[in-house]
């Protein structure tokens, strides 16, 4: 299910939902070999006919393709709200792409592509789902529903946030987080992709954290990263120029000056984090942009079966 594959087929973003779809059936096809074997039907459009239940919604046309009986699945069999979040601040336009480079190689675009490729997961399940972005204001909401319609207007959505805003957004997650977390009233998945760059207290971010888990909500956090700039600070040694993405402040150092002392901070803080996730029963879980999208299938799947 590498991504890279896919790549001779899909041109451009335009195809957001075919790629998406290419990589659920990936991921589908080879729930086979995973400790997932026997879940494949949960995937399907259709689900196994029981003996005893009505024939109403059997579906003759694939009984003539198979000789077995299925039944449709109905939009109304929603049994999961899922509630997508998406940082959307300048910082998550990094790293910038080169020509020719796929646009999950960056931090927007791999969270843009995860989200349509857990929508695409969601609609399969006839679940539904909602979706809130934020930067320095909050800039988009819809609230969970299960409708094609609806699936349509969030790819477009997603599809938009490729484009770069010529003007930097600070990141404010604490004041949306907030937000977020008030909007959610009834019983949700959360899932939040960020790269956690938050001037200011952290304590003030891990208390936002901890209020999007009222109401007993299940909160899932992808920590977006470009790990190899981000936490190897794998840069060579000629002096460069490093600029803040959201407030334009500039430093220059060579970079094994402070590529150990960096290093350290990076490994203190991801640490910080994933211990207070964990403390706060809220699903920590790296991820690194251009990578394949089976840690986070795999991830939602495990979570969603203990959702209860």
């Not at 960056?106 to 843009?112: D, Q």
């Not at 969601?122 to 529903?145: F, H, N």
Request: hydrophobic letters at 35%; aromatic letters at 12%.
């Amino acid at each position: 299910m590498k991504i890279e594959s896919q790549i001779e087929k899909i041109s451009s973003f335009q195809h957001l939902e075919l790629l998406a779809n290419q990589v659920v059936e990936g991921f589908i096809s080879g729930m086979h070999k995973s400790p997932f074997h026997g879940f494949s039907a949960e995937f399907a459009e259709h689900k196994t006919y029981n003996s005893g239940e009505s024939t109403k919604h059997i579906d003759w046309k694939l009984f003539a393709k198979t000789d077995r009986l299925y039944t449709k699945r109905f939009e109304e069999e929603t049994n999961l709200r899922c509630h997508l979040i998406i940082d959307n601040s300048t910082s998550m336009h990094y790293p910038k792409l080169e020509k020719g480079e796929p646009f999950f190689y960056n931090k927007i675009g791999f969270s843009v592509l995860a989200s349509a490729v857990l929508m695409n997961l969601l609609k399969k399940q006839r679940d539904a789902v909602g979706m809130s972005i934020y930067s320095d204001s909050y800039e988009y909401y819809a609230p969970e529903k299960g409708s094609d319609r609806h699936h349509r207007m969030l790819l477009s959505k997603l599809e938009g946030l490729l484009e770069r805003d010529q003007n930097p957004k600070q990141t404010d997650t604490i004041t949306f987080l907030h937000q977020i977390a008030e909007k959610m009233h009834r019983r949700s998945m959360i899932i939040l992709f960020t790269d956690m760059f938050q001037r200011g207290d952290e304590q003030r971010l891990f208390n936002a954290l901890q209020h999007l888990k009222h109401d007993k909500h299940k909160v899932v956090l992808f920590h977006v990263v470009d790990a190899k700039t981000e936490i190897g600070f794998d840069f060579d040694n000629a002096p460069r120029k490093f600029i803040d993405l959201e407030t334009g402040e500039e430093v220059n150092i060579f970079a094994d000056n402070v590529k150990q002392t960096y290093e350290k901070s990076v490994e203190a803080y991801f640490k910080k984090l994933a211990q207070t996730c964990a403390q706060n029963k809220i699903k920590y879980v790296p991820v690194n942009v251009g990578a394949d999208f089976e840690k986070i299938l795999t991830t939602y799947l495990v979570e969603k079966q203990s959702f209860g």
